[in-house]
């Protein structure tokens, strides 16, 4: 029973990979040759196979995958190893794939050779690897962020940095260094939130940059549609709007304009 279990978990990451599409699936979920024809397969029909390293391969089973063409989504508690990500960017791009790297842990300067330490992460970046963090559970350095930005947009790839809070001097610097930075209208304010917000985006798109605005608690019309003029790409979450409501149409625009998936982890329907 449990062999027929797996056969059918097995034909059915197949089927998914056969039908094109993007696919995401935890390193646990099944055994590393589904992954790997289902790799192949996805990308000869076009689509992108994602895996999420919590570290239950090896790393020389993760450069298999990368070099057949599967995007490799780990982080600092799965693969604390800057020597191992280095060699999974190397893999990741003979198969035209990425690595996004989360960091979740704290950043510390006074660190070397630490997983915690902002050289490690420096390193990670100029790797190739695409980095992502949050302050929902740890506070952030600016200074580190602007850093760390820099140097990935120099390589090449991009820091993503997903800021709760209200929109505070210094993001505009940061996406001019790069970041591309989503933000939640949840703790928006006041108006000088949007004057700010403006400033964030213009210097974003200087930059090849871009905010990414996730609409949870509604804004109004005007000023909706302003941030989209400016160049925010707007994250519905709210229910859909009636097909009267001249918001419909800004939600049709949003939906038209597709987002990089390199600028996100994983899901748009979360802000981790």
């Known amino acids: ?110 660190k070397e050779d630490d997983p915690t330490s902002l050289s490690f992460l420096l390193d990670v970046g100029r790797s190739g690897a695409y980095l992502h963090l949050s302050n929902r559970d740890k506070e952030r350095s600016l200074d580190d962020l602007n850093e760390l930005a820099y140097l990935c947009r120099k390589r090449g790839t991009r820091l993503v940095y997903y800021y709760h809070g209200r929109p505070v001097a210094g993001l505009e610097d940061l996406t001019r260094s790069g970041a591309w930075i989503h933000i939640s209208d949840q703790s928006f304010e006041s108006s000088e939130d949007t004057s700010l917000l403006l400033e964030i985006i213009k210097a974003a798109g200087v930059a090849g940059a871009a905010l990414v605005l996730h609409v949870e608690k509604g804004l109004g019309l005007e000023v909706l549609r302003g941030l989209m003029r400016a160049g925010a790409l707007v994250l519905f979450k709210t229910p859909p709007s009636d097909y009267k409501s001249f918001f419909r149409t800004l939600e049709q625009q949003a939906q038209r304009r597709r987002l990089d998936f390199r600028a996100y982890y994983l899901y748009t329907t979360i802000l981790p």
């Open 1 to 110: 029973m449990k062999n027929e279990m797996g056969e059918a978990r097995i034909f059915e990451l197949l089927s998914r990979a056969e039908r094109g599409g993007d696919i995401t699936v935890r390193d646990d979920q099944n055994n590393f040759f589904a992954f790997l024809d289902s790799a192949k397969l996805s990308r000869q029909k076009g689509g992108r196979f994602r895996l999420i390293d919590t570290g239950k391969l090896s790393l020389f089973e993760l450069e298999w995958l990368g070099e057949a063409g599967a995007d490799i989504y780990t982080s600092d508690e799965a693969r604390p190893n800057k020597t191992e990500i280095e060699l999974l960017v190397r893999a990741c791009g003979k198969g035209r794939a990425i690595i996004a790297y989360f960091h979740q842990g704290a950043i510390i300067r006074d």
